[in-house]
């Protein structure tokens, strides 16, 4: 190879030794400018985390979808939150879940694991009373079918069948000693089968934007695919405190409700804890149990112009812990002023 043909290799090889390390110069700064861009994104978001959670400590109200991994929004005005007062009591006996929180503005004090779905036994009936309320007129006679009679767990137990019994009678049976057979009556009479009712509960839960509620029985008796949390049943509670005739019914320790049987008069008592223990300003609502679900109560109180509500899923003890809640709640907000 000639002296001339010798140096041009030589540089057409230099060329492209500089072409490669200008290319491998570009892509090098190329991954430092991604990486850095990936820093600062990541910084941002941190930033912005701690923001949230600062607000949700010490600032204004927050909603609890904000800083909750699910989300929770009611198709009403009315929704839960966290609330600027807030309670740290001491619980000594087992719960799952549970919640402390303002009847008319849905504020929680205290919450233990609000949206975990764990099954409801008969807080389940809550739902039930409230399709009743809106599918049905007070007046209406219920017809006591066998399905009624034949029915397991807890019930009133005094259904004639074959025969008609008023239905705010069946209300009272449903919802103070928790009576499965009413629930079925009820259900019948809205809705023609359990079944069909079962679908418009759901869909209900839907509606109300339940995101963690699913039903398949009328009762609570069944807890399979039967479920909610903590959340949505202090929604479903708020629901029925604002209904005057199921207000008025959980707001009662007992009741002397007519019913077409023998002395024309059928005396019923509620299962709510409180009640027994003289609970001041106890007005509801509902109690289940499983051994599946464990105890579990939704229970309200009145104290002066505040009202505080109480969810308990798998309580330890359910009466004990709704009076130190409630109480902890009352005096925190008596502190406040």
């Keep these: 190879m000639s002296d001339l043909r010798v140096l041009q290799e030589a540089r057409r090889q230099s060329y492209r030794s500089g072409r490669f390390e200008r290319e491998r110069e570009r892509r090098r700064r190329r991954r430092h400018r991604r990486i850095a861009l990936g820093a600062a994104t990541i910084a941002l978001a941190a930033i912005a985390l701690l923001v949230v959670l600062d607000a949700a400590a010490s600032g204004p109200s927050v909603p609890l979808a904000a800083v909750k991994p699910t989300p929770h929004l009611t198709a009403s005005k009315y929704a839960i939150a966290?609330?600027?007062?807030?309670?740290?009591?001491?619980?000594?006996?087992?719960?799952?879940?549970?919640?402390?929180?303002?009847?008319?503005?849905?504020?929680?004090?205290?919450?233990?694991n609000p949206t975990e779905r764990l099954p409801i036994a008969s807080l389940t009936k809550m739902m039930t009373a409230l399709l009743v309320v809106t599918h049905s007129r007070a007046a209406a006679k219920v017809l006591v079918t066998p399905q009624a009679i034949h029915y397991t767990g807890s019930g009133v137990g005094m259904l004639p069948l074959g025969k008609r019994v008023p239905l705010t009678a069946l209300l009272y049976g449903l919802l103070l000693p928790s009576g499965n057979d009413a629930a079925i009556a009820l259900a019948q009479h809205v809705a023609g089968t359990q079944a069909h009712f079962i679908g418009m509960m759901n869909a209900e839960a839907r509606s109300m934007g339940l995101a963690c509620t699913h039903y398949s029985t009328?009762?609570?008796?069944?807890?399979?695919?039967?479920?909610?949390?903590?959340?949505?049943?202090?929604?479903?509670?708020?629901?029925?405190?604002?209904?005057?005739?199921?207000?008025?019914?959980?707001g009662s320790s007992s009741a002397v409700v007519p019913f077409p049987i023998k002395g024309g008069k059928l005396f019923l008592y509620n299962n709510n804890p409180l009640y027994a223990q003289n609970f001041p300003g106890t007005d509801g609502v509902k109690t289940g149990f499983t051994t599946k679900a464990g105890l579990c109560i939704v229970a309200t109180a009145r104290r002066g112009r505040q009202w505080l509500g109480v969810v308990l899923l798998h309580s330890g003890n359910w009466g004990a812990q709704a009076e130190t809640l409630l109480n902890a709640g009352f005096n925190a907000l008596a502190r406040r002023g």
């Excluded at 009591?89 to 233990?112: A, N, T, Y």
């Excluded at 008796?221 to 949390?229: E, G, K, L, P």
């Design 82 to 112: 966290f609330a600027r007062t807030r309670v740290n009591p001491k619980l000594s006996l087992p719960l799952k879940s549970g919640l402390l929180f303002d009847v008319r503005s849905g504020r929680v004090l205290w919450e233990r």
């Design 218 to 250: 009328v009762s609570g008796v069944v807890d399979q695919d039967n479920y909610s949390c903590a959340v949505d049943l202090a929604i479903e509670a708020h629901a029925m405190l604002q209904h005057p005739l199921l207000a008025k019914i959980v």
